[in-house]
């Protein structure tokens, strides 16, 4: 028996939907916002859920701890989050957006809005409440997974 095509598994064209909404949406982080798509989404989580610790940072914008403390050093260094040191925790820090941060961050916002407007321009109102609905119940139910994993 001959194998599914690799670009009909559900994995694979997600994976490709990915790769090209990250280039395009990259390109216009750094056309129209003039910062890259990871500080862009750094700066995204900041500016909602504020204060974040670097952890719930890395969490909250789906990076490693690693790229999330880097975007946040570079997000403060362009003056857009302040980082102080966490009452709770003194050998962590807690990040918050600056009030030239929050005025980018709500260029990200606009931003992000309209690139999904862009996206899924080619589904109707109803396909996109249905398709948002089953991407909620994937990620509940590989989240729910990976909480098991972990205990």
């Known amino acids: 028996m001959k194998p599914p095509a690799l670009e009909r598994f559900l994995t694979y064209r997600l994976h490709v939907l990915n790769k090209i909404t990250d280039r395009d949406t990259n390109r216009a982080y750094l056309k129209d916002c003039d910062i890259p798509l990871g500080e862009a989404r750094c700066l995204a989580a900041i500016g909602r859920y504020a204060p974040l610790s670097v952890k719930d940072l890395a969490r909250t914008a789906n990076l490693n701890k690693g790229q999330a403390s880097r975007s946040a050093q570079a997000l403060v260094d362009r003056g857009l989050v302040e980082k102080t040191v966490s009452a709770s925790d003194g050998r962590g820090v807690v990040l918050a957006p600056t009030a030239a941060g929050l005025a980018h961050y709500r260029r990200i916002i606009d ?6 407007d862009e996206i899924f321009a080619c589904l109707s109102a109803h396909e996109q409440r249905q398709l948002g609905d089953m991407l909620d119940r994937l990620i509940g139910h590989l989240q729910a997974g990976a909480d098991t994993e972990d205990d």
């Open 111 to 116: 931003l992000i809005a309209r690139r999904n």
